[in-house]
C-alpha cells in the first residue's frame, strides 16, 4: 500500500528534480542576486540603476526596431514562402524546398556570421556590388558602420536565418484549412487576394499568434547574430549594435557585475511578459470583434 | 513479467534515477580536474590534494607528489607547445602528468568568470591568460590568480626575464604570470615595392607619412590596417606605445583628452585612410588580397604573427624583411608591444602550488625550452639568456636573421600598461569613430566623449 502511495510520485519525480534544479533555482537565485550588491541585501537599488541606465534603454530600443523587422518583414517574407511551398505550383518539389528553406536554421551562427560579413562589408561586399550594379546606389553603404543601416543588417541576416522555420509553421497552418473553403469561395467569385485575405489569413490567426510571440521573444534575446558580425568589444557606432542581451553579457562577463546582469534579466523579462501580454490582448480583441 | 514485477523493475529503475542525478548534481571540492572536462591525451594519476609547502623558502629539495596538472590554453601553437613541454617535464618529474583543454579565449574567460562566482568549483590549475583579457580580473573580488610575486623574487625571475613583459600580468604591484613572448613589433616592408617608389624606407613617422605620398602615385598602399572610423585602434597603440603615449598611464589611471599623441595620430591615420594611402580592411582577407596583388609595402608585426605572411601571401616568400618601427618622435622606441599571453596559476587550485611553480618556471624561463618554443612556433623569448640562442635565419625573409633584431631591440622594449577600463576605451571609441570620420565631430570632440565614457566606467567600477 505504501508502494502504491510513493511509486506515482517517484515516477514523475525526475521532472520535477530536473526543473527544481535547473529551472526553479536558478530563477529563485538570479531574483535573490538582483536584489544583492557583493552578497549583502540592497533592496532594489540595482533595479533603479538599470532602470535608470541610458545604454540599457538604448539596448532596448534597438531590440524594439529589430522586433518591427522581424514581425513586419521576416514573417511576411516566412508567410510568403509557405503559400508558395502550398501552391499546387510546387507539387513534387514542396518537400525539397522546406529542407532548403530550413538550411539557414540549423546552420552556425559563427558560420552565417562571417558569411554575411563578406556580404555586408562595405568594399567588395556582395550587396553593396548587386546595388551598385543595377544602378540602386551610387556610392558604397557601410552596413556594418553606420548607425543608420546597422538594424537593416540585423534583420537581412535574421531574415534569411527565419524566414524557414517561421514558413514551415505558417506551411502547416496552411495545410490544416480544408481546400473546400477556397473552393467555395472561388465559386462564390472570389479572387487569390480575396481567398488569402478573407479565408485564410484569418485561420492562420493561432499559428500566427504563436509565431508573432516567438519572433517578439527571440528578438529580444538577439545574441549570436549581432555578436559574429560586430565582433566583441564593439557595440557598433552611436550603440546601434548593442542589444539587451549582448548587454547583459557584457555586464556579467566582461565587468563581472552578476548582480546587475541579473537584474537586467528580470527587468528583460518583465518587459516581455508585458509586450507579449498586451499582443495577446489585441489579437484576442480582434478575435472576439 | 507479471505485474508486480514489472512495478518493482520500474521502481528500482526510478529510484536509481534520481539517485544517479541527484549525485551528479553534487559538489566535488576535491578533484577538479575531471569535472574541467579535461580532453588531454595525458594520463591520469592520483592527485596530490596538498597545500603550498614552504620547501623552496627553506631551501629544501623539492619533493614532487603525485599530481594531475590542468592547463587551459586559446592558442594552438601555444598548445602544441605544452604538449611537448609537459611531456618533457613528465620525464623528469613522472609522477606529474598533465591535460590540456583547449578553448577560444573568449569561452576561456567566461568560464573563468563562472568558475570565481563558484567559488573555485572546476578550476584549472594553471591558465594561458591572453593580455587583453587580463584586465578582467583586476579587481580584489574577482582575481582568479595566485600572486607569484614572492616565488619570483625568490627564484630571480626579475633578472632572468624581460621586467616589462612580466607588468602585463601584474595588479597593485603584485605579479601573477610569466609571459610566453617578448612580443617585439616591428616593421615588415617589401624592398621592391619602395625601390619601384624612389623612395627610402622610412625610420621616422614623418618619412612614414611622406613614403606614403609617392608609394600611392605607384598605386601602392603604405599599409593595410583596420578601418579607423569604425574604431580600428590597433596601429595608433603600436606607435603610442612606443612612444610612451599609452592611453593608460603608468598607475592605471587614463590619458586620453590630454593625449597629444593620440589625437595627432588619429588626425594622420585619418588622412593617410581617407586620402587612399592606407587601406582601410574590413575583414582579414582584405589585407592579404591587396598584399598578394603587390599593393601593399609594410606590415608591423609582433613575433607571434611574423607567420602571418606566410601563411597567407606564401609566394612572397624572400620579398619581405623586417626592420625597425619608425620613430613616431625622438624619444620613441624602435620597436613596439603588442599582444601577449602569460601563463597563470589558479588561486582555487588544491594541487601542490610548488610543483605548478616548478613547471612553470619549467616551460616559461629554462633556457633550453623556451629556445625550442621559438623554434616551434616563433615566440622569442623574453628570457635574456635564451636570446642570443635563436638566432636561425628565416626563409621567407629572405634568410633575415629575426632573432638578431629582436635581441638588438629587447633593451628598447616599452611597457604596456594595464587598466581594467582599457576594453571600456575601445568599445567607446568604436561608438563614436563613424562620426568623427564622417566629420560630425572633431578629434577633440572624439576624445572628450571617450574619455568621459572612460570615467564613468571607472566610477561605476569603484
New interface residues.
Partial sequence: MA?RKV?PY??I??FF??YG?FGLYPLISGMVMSLQK?EAFVGFSNYQKVLTDGRFWKAIGNAALYTCGSVFIILPVALGAALMLNSAFMGKKKGFMSTVFFIPNVTSVIVAGIVF??IL????GILNEILLSLGIIQKNI?F????NWAVVSIVIMGTWRYFGVNSLYFLSGLQSISPDLGEAARIDGANAWQEFWRIKFPLLKPIMIYVVFTAITGSFSIFGEVYTLVG????????SMLYPVIYLYNT?????K?NEAATMGYVLAVLLLVITSIQRFIMRDKDEN | MNLKKFRMLAFVLSLAMVFTMLSACGGDSGSSSEASGNTSESSVTSEAVSEDTASEESGEELVMEESNVNIWAFAEPHGNYFEWVTAEYTKQHPEVTFGIQMMDTTAMNDRLAVIISAGGEGTPDLIDVEQGQFPRYMNEDKMFFEPLSERMEADGIFEKMVETRLSLYSYKGTYYGLEHALCPTTMAYRPDLFEKAGVEVPTTWDEFMAAAEQLKEQGIYIAASGDVTAGSYDDVEVYLTASGNQIVKEDGTPFIVENQALKDLLDDVLYLQKSGMILPIEVDADRWNAMAEDKVATYYTPDWAAGWLRDNVPEQSGQWKQTYLPKYDANSARTSARGGTGLCMSSFTKKDKDVLWDFMKFAMVDTDNVVKKYEMINLYPPVYEAMPLCNGPVEYYGDQVLGELYTELAPEMPAQNQAAWRSRFGESLKSYAYDWGEGNMTTDELLEYVQADVEDYIAELG
Fill in positions: 508502494q511509486l517517484l515516477f519525480s525526475p528534480i530536473l534544479i557583493k560579413q563578406y562589408k562595405a568594399n567588395g557601410r556594418l558602420n553606420d548607425p566583441a568589444g564593439s557595440t557598433g557606432a552611436r550603440d556579467m562577463f566582461r565587468d563581472n552578476m
